[in-house]
């Protein structure tokens, strides 16, 4: 029949948005006037499922969850919602983010990663698949000074898998090594999603950049053990190994990046400066090593580069404004010790426990970023792992290596988009891709998990818990 035109079929944002304003009214209703009871926790988790449903950004559907909850299902005055959104990011600690983004892009145009992948070539390179191991400890070192996952893909990234193709490496060799070695960048020294995680529950910054190193350390061996047997396997290029002469040259060009390391953690431990202080103090000598010493960021390029991190900033403090109001509402809903008195009724114990967080935060990483994930489910976790007698530096690692997780896998891996960016293979092709490692990560999880001395000997030992 011509002219007919077939009715389109409702997708689920579609959906979503058609009986949104419906569930908006009707729960809200049916809790305050009696129609059945509704409880507020249900609710609150409803809405802000439902607006995330529907590919609003995390930080809106927070901000628009708080403003109905409170209009319909609380009596908090407005005005304290005002007064949240500032004081919400009044804390301190929150200009460690700002800081550590800023010394995070100058690293990353500033040529430090090009000298760190020069130096780990020179130790590694000779091994089967040196050039891929090579990629790895790069990735490694650049997280223990950059603090970002998906600055460590660009900036090894973006060197290696060029010279990995010219040497004969399948891209998709390479392009899974490196999109599972860059999630190093928020597990090793200075991380964003620590300073997040330290924000929401307290816990000293400090001691949660010092408790990722031997972590760290763990993950890129076992990353390099993986790597190196299946490059063994298929028999793939090994470079000439180096002088201890061409060693030496190689580290002491590279020896600006790496004193970074040497100012954090001394500079912290000595009592110099604390923990936020730190990020300023990487933000001016990563400005000067990358246009004074390396000479990659002429001055004409200085303002490209704060506007870059002033966008990235200003994007992550937007998120933790609207999560400080979520987590105001969770407060005085009395949501996270009600979550803590039901998993200690239930008996879990800590196994049980760290096993169902590491499941809930699995999960999340299929819909949200590490940032609104940590935001979240934080002060949720938190009460109840205190209560169980798990120590709050080792939760933040378990968060930590979950989110990495989430950063190498669809629908929403940041580190696979941009992996795919740079190597041109779609996504699905890329998620099949980083599966050895990815499997590799999942084991190192289970390591992290339940061995908490791994991550609380060094800040223990350094007097910083």
Known sequence: MTGYVPPARLSTPMLVFALLPVALI????????????VPNSLVLFCL??????????????LGLTVLTFVLFMTHVPMQSVALKLFTGIEKFEIMAIPFFILAGNFLTHGGVARKMINFAVTLVGHFHGGLALAGIVACAMFALVCGSSVATVVAI??????????????????????????????????????????????????????AGLLPGTMLTTMLCVVTWHIARKHDYARMPKATWKERWNAFRESVWGLMLVVIIIGGIYSGLFTATEAAAVSAVYAFFVSTYVYKAVPLRDLMKVLLQSASMSAMLLYIITNAALFSFILT???IPHALADWILAKDLGWIGFLLLANLMLLLAGNFMDPSSIILIM???????????????????????????????????????????????????????AVLPWLLTMLVFLVIVTYWPWLSLVLPRALGMM
């Open 48 to 61: 802000l499922v439902a607006l995330m449903l529907t590919g609003m950004p995390v930080s809106i559907a």
């Open 26 to 37: 009707v729960l809200p209703a049916a809790a305050m006037f009696g129609g059945f009871a």
């Open 378 to 432: 934080a002060p949720i976790l938190y009460p109840a792992a205190i209560a169980l007698g798990i120590n709050a530096v080792h939760l933040g690692i378990l968060i930590d290596v979950n989110m990495e997780v989430g950063l190498c896998h669809p629908p929403v891996g940041l580190n696979l988009y941009v992996a795919s960016g740079i190597s041109k293979l779609g996504i699905t092709e890329l998620t099949k």
């Open 157 to 210: 990234g973006s060197i290696v898998l060029p010279e990995m193709v010219r040497r004969g490496y399948p891209m998709r060799f390479g392009a899974g090594v490196i999109t599972v070695a860059g999630s190093l960048g928020i597990l090793m020294l200075p991380s964003i999603p620590k300073v997040i995680y330290a924000i929401a529950t307290n816990t000293s910054i400090g001691a949660l950049f010092v």
């Open 332 to 334: 005085d809903e009395n």
